[in-house]
């Protein structure tokens, strides 16, 4: 995860944060435009995300229930003020892009396929998200009436376009279930191991309880994404656990994630 040394002005901190900002090293630790994060070095160590107001408020939600499960990291603050600000300790340990594991590709591999399979048997019971299926495919509508339709996830693939995707999801959307805990963009980058141990999963603003096979997508995109090869496809499925996988449904999800 990259990290800036920073000097931030500490007046643009809510007043709550003042003295945990105190005398600590700050580094920018973004990865996107629609929110700020900075790593607080003190202590065992925090992240501070920032966002337009009401723009974390399920992220917060979730990871108090992924934390309060094991999964995720603990929950220090949330406060929604002029912007929305989610204080979380830092979870051990170094995601999924860490060269020490991309150095190993199919154990890791194997290890993101079983962390999956763990955290979609887990009980949802109690999710604040109760229905994460009716969000995911209310998104891609609007976006697909707002002309948004983006083949580049699957380059080698020749996509139909936005009009036949779009009456493929609609033919194809009563496959999808909402009955297994998603961590809604299960990339590498989101999942924290410390030494090859599972630690816990991060940035869980689409979670909630919804299809597993869109959690089984993403797994497979962001091997071959950071691996830059598609040949451990197959090998993630299997460790997965094919019993639980409708091919069928993976490629909906896939023609879903071209509106975004």
Same mark, same amino acid.
Not at 147 to 150: A, I, P, S
């Given at each position: 995860?990259?990290?800036?040394l920073?000097?931030p ?21 973004? =990865? ?11 202590e065992g ?8 107001k009401?723009?974390?408020?399920k992220?917060?939600?979730m ?10 990291a603990?929950v220090?603050?949330y ?8 204080l979380?300790?830092?979870v051990?340990?170094?995601d999924?892009t ?11 591999? @194997? ?5 999956l399979r763990?955290?979609?048997e887990t009980?949802?019971?109690? =999710? ?5 299926t009716?969000?995911?495919l209310?998104?891609?509508e609007r976006?697909?009436?707002a002309?948004?339709?983006?083949t580049?996830?699957?380059p080698?693939?020749? =996509? ?12 194809g ?26 630690s816990g999963?991060?940035?869980l603003?689409g979670?909630?309880?919804g299809? $597993? ?7 497979a ?11 451990y496809r197959?090998?993630?499925? @299997?460790?997965?656990? $094919?019993?639980?996988?409708d091919?069928n449904?993976i490629?909906?999800?896939?023609i879903?994630? $071209?509106?975004?």
């Open positions: 995860m990259k990290k800036t920073i000097s002005n500490y007046d643009t901190f809510p007043s709550e944060f003042h003295s945990l900002l105190s005398g600590a090293d700050i580094y920018d630790s973004s =990865c996107s435009p629609e929110a700020r994060v900075i790593f607080i070095d003190k160590g925090y992240y501070l995300k920032s966002a337009p009401g723009k974390l408020k992220e917060a939600q990871t108090r229930f992924f934390g309060e499960k094991g999964l995720g603990t220090l603050s406060l929604s003020l002029e912007h929305d600000w989610l979380t300790a830092r051990p340990g170094e999924c860490h060269p020490t594991y991309l150095a190993d590709p199919i154990r890791l591999c @194997d290890t993101i396929a079983a962390l763990t955290l979609h009980d949802p019971k109690g =999710c604040p998200i109760e229905n994460r009716v969000d995911y209310a998104t891609a976006n697909f009436h002309g948004m339709y983006d580049s996830l699957t080698d693939k020749v =996509c139909p376009n936005a009009t036949r995707s779009w009456e493929l999801v609609e033919e959307k009563q496959l999808l279930k909402s009955d297994t805990l998603l961590h809604g963009d299960y990339c590498l980058p989101n999942i924290i191991l410390d030494n090859w141990k599972f999963f991060i940035d603003d979670a909630g309880v299809d $597993r096979h869109i959690d089984l997508f993403w797994g995109w962001t091997l071959r994404y950071n691996l830059h090869t598609d040949r197959e090998r993630f499925f @299997d460790a997965y656990g $094919r019993d639980k996988i091919p449904i490629e909906l999800v896939e879903i994630e $071209r509106f975004g």
